[in-house]
């Protein structure tokens, strides 16, 4: 959801005029609300490679 759209909704829903978008952005990005984060996204970052595999 757009974060215009997402702080529209949240004003609905909650009354709190003193959260601005750039606010509530920072609070979903801190806590991985709905930011397109996959569990398991970093697997394999840290893999280790054998001397054959690279060569």
Not at 5 to 27: K, M, T, V
Request: aromatic share 10%; no cysteine; charged share 30%.
């Amino acid at each position: 959801m757009v974060i215009s759209d997402y702080h529209r909704e949240f004003q609905a829903q909650f009354g709190r005029p003193d959260i601005s978008a750039a606010n509530l952005l920072g609070l979903r990005k801190r806590l991985g609300w709905k930011v397109g984060r996959a569990k398991g996204r970093t697997a394999g970052r840290h893999r280790r490679f054998s001397p054959a595999e690279i060569a």
